[in-house]
C-alpha cells in the first residue's frame, strides 16, 4: 500500500492523517503511518484513491476539499466566459452603435476560443500541478474582466477593441477542461462519477449566476454602469486564487498521458460522439449565450433578468441526464433530449409567429433542460461505447477531452446561426428550423452507430 505524502523546501505548517498500514508489528504499523503534511508548496505524493484505508483515513477529506474549491473557480471561470452575453444586450444603451451581426460577433467569440483553448488546458494540470495551474487560471481572468472595464466606458471604443476584449473571455473557458482533468485524479472510480458532475454543474451554473447578477449591478439612475460588470468579478477571483494557494493539494501522480489523445484521435467513435456533443453541450452553450440578446431584442420591454433561468436549468439537469442514463442507458437519453429540443425550437418559432413571450420563454426552458440532459447523457455513452467497441481505457480519456473541446465549438455557430439569419431573412426562424434539422441528422447518427447491434446489447 502506498500511502500520500506532501513535501516542498519550506517547513511544514499543519498536517492530517492520510492513511495508516494494516499489518506488521505496533512500532512498524506506527512508524509506516502516513500523514499528509501542509507545506507551502502542497505536493502530495503516493495518492491513491483507490486504497480504502488511504481513503478512509483523510483522503475522501482532501479529495471534497479540492473539489469545493474547484467549483469555486470554475464557478467564476464559467461566469467570466458567459459575462459578454449580457453585457452585449446592454450596449446600445450606454451609447454603443453596433449592427445586430456585430452584437452577435462579441457574444460568439468567447465560445471560439475558450473551446480552442480546453486541450491545452488539460494538459496544463500535470504540467504545473492542479492546485498551481488552479490559482493561475483564477489570476488569468483578470484579463478578460480588467478588459471589459477599460473598454466599455466609452462609447467611440472601435469595435475590433471590443471584439479583442471579448475573446479574452474565453480564458474562462478553458478552464473547465484543466478543472475536470484535476478533479479526476482525486476521485475512485466509484465515486469519480457524480465528482465530475457536481464540477460540470457547478462551473455551468456560473453563467446563470453572471446573467443574474450582472443586470441588476450595473443599473443606475438613468443610465447604465457596465463597467461594474467587471468589477464585481475581481474580489472574488482573487478569493479564489487565495483559497486554491492556502487549502489546495497538487498530485504528483497526476500525469497526463499524451498518448491517449493520439490513440482517441484514430478511432472513428471520438469523432462521432464530438459531433454529437456539439447538438448538446454546444447547444447549450450557444442558447446560454445567445438568450439575453434573442430577448432584448424579441421581447424588449421583458425584463432581462429573467434570460438567466435558461442557463441555471440546463445546468441542473446535467447531472440528472447523467444519473438518468445509468439506468436506462445513454443513447436512450441523448435521443430523447434531441427529440425535445426539436420539440422545444418548434414552440420558439410559433412563438415568434403569434407573439408570445411567454411561449417564447417556456419554449427556450424546454430546450435549456434538454441540452442539459444530453449533456450528461453523452459523457455517460464514452467509457460506455469504448468498452462495447473494444477500445482502450486511454482512448476514451482522450476522447473526453476532445469531445469537451469540439462540442464547445457549437457555442460559436448557434450565435452566428442566430446572426447570419437575423441579417439575411430579418427573422431568427430559418436560423431554428436549421438548428432543428441538424438536430434529426445527430439522433440519426446517434441512433444509426449507438442504437442498433452490439452497441444496443450493451446498452451504451
Not at 474565453?170 to 484543466?178: E, I, K, Q, V
Not at 460522439?273 to 445567445?290: C, D, E, K, L, Q
Request: proline share 5%; net charge neutral.
Amino acid at each position: 500500500m502506498s500511502t500520500p505524502t506532501t513535501h516542498d523546501d519550506q517547513t511544514p505548517t499543519t498536517s492530517e492523517p492520510a492513511g495508516s498500514t494494516t499489518t506488521g508489528t505496533a512500532p512498524e504499523a506506527a512508524a509506516t503511518t502516513s500523514f499528509v503534511q501542509r507545506h507551502t508548496g502542497r505536493w502530495i505524493e503516493h495518492w491513491d484513491p483507490e486504497d480504502k484505508t488511504l481513503w478512509e483515513d483523510g483522503g475522501r477529506r482532501t479529495a471534497r476539499r479540492n473539489l469545493v474549491l474547484s467549483i469555486f473557480a470554475e464557478f467564476l471561470g464559467f461566469g467570466a466566459w458567459a459575462l459578454w452575453s449580457i453585457v452585449v444586450p446592454q450596449l446600445p444603451a450606454a451609447g454603443f452603435d453596433l449592427t445586430v451581426d456585430q452584437m452577435f460577433w462579441l457574444i460568439s467569440v468567447p465560445s471560439l476560443v475558450g473551446a480552442t483553448l480546453r486541450i491545452p488546458y488539460t494538459f496544463a494540470v500535470p504540467v504545473f500541478g492542479g492546485r498551481n495551474w488552479t490559482i493561475a487560471s483564477a489570476l488569468l481572468l483578470l484579463l478578460p474582466t480588467g478588459a471589459l472595464i477599460l473598454v466599455v466606458g466609452d462609447p467611440t471604443t472601435p469595435f475590433p477593441v471590443l471584439l479583442v476584449a471579448a475573446a479574452l473571455a474565453g480564458l474562462g473557458g478553458g478552464n473547465f477542461a484543466s478543472s475536470m482533468a484535476n478533479i479526476s485524479f482525486f476521485f475512485p472510480e466509484k465515486e469519480k462519477g457524480a465528482a465530475l458532475g457536481w464540477n460540470a454543474a457547478g462551473g455551468n451554473i456560473g453563467t446563470a449566476a453572471v446573467q443574474l447578477a450582472v443586470p441588476l449591478v450595473i443599473v443606475t439612475g438613468a443610465g447604465v454602469a457596465l463597467d461594474r460588470a467587471g468589477l464585481i468579478f475581481i474580489p472574488f477571483i482573487l478569493l479564489a486564487a487565495f483559497l486554491a494557494w492556502r487549502w489546495m493539494d497538487n498530485l504528483t501522480e497526476a500525469k497526463a498521458d499524451p498518448r491517449s489523445f493520439g490513440v482517441a484521435v484514430h478511432d472513428k467513435h471520438t469523432w462521432i460522439i464530438s459531433f454529437i456533443y456539439i447538438g448538446t453541450f454546444g447547444s447549450f452553450i450557444g442558447y446560454a449565450g445567445a438568450f439575453p440578446t434573442l430577448l432584448k431584442g424579441e421581447f424588449p420591454e421583458v425584463a432581462l433578468p429573467l434570460a438567466f433561468m435558461g442557463a441555471l436549468v440546463g445546468s441542473i439537469a446535467r447531472p440528472v441526464g447523467g444519473i438518468l442514463a445509468d439506468r436506462v442507458g445513454g443513447v436512450a437519453v441523448t435521443l430523447g433530449s434531441f427529440a425535445v429540443m426539436a420539440l422545444g425550437a418548434m414552440g420558439a418559432i410559433y412563438a415568434l409567429g403569434t407573439g408570445s413571450f411567454a411561449m417564447f420563454f417556456g419554449s427556450f426552458l424546454v430546450l435549456f433542460v434538454a441540452t442539459g440532459m444530453g449533456n450528461g447523457s453523452v459523457y455517460r455513452m464514452i467509457p460506455a461505447v469504448f468498452r462495447a467497441s473494444g477500445g482502450t481505457v486511454k482512448a476514451a480519456a482522450g476522447c473526453i477531452g476532445i469531445a469537451g473541446a469540439i462540442g464547445a465549438f457549437g457555442g460559436f455557430l448557434i450565435p452566428r446561426g442566430f446572426a447570419l439569419s437575423t441579417t439575411l431573412a430579418g427573422s431568427l426562424v430559418p436560423a431554428l428550423w436549421l438548428f432543428i434539422g441538424v438536430y434529426a441528422v445527430m439522433a440519426f447518427v446517434t441512433w444509426f452507430v449507438y442504437g442498433r447491434g452490439a452497441m444496443a446489447e450493451a446498452r451504451v
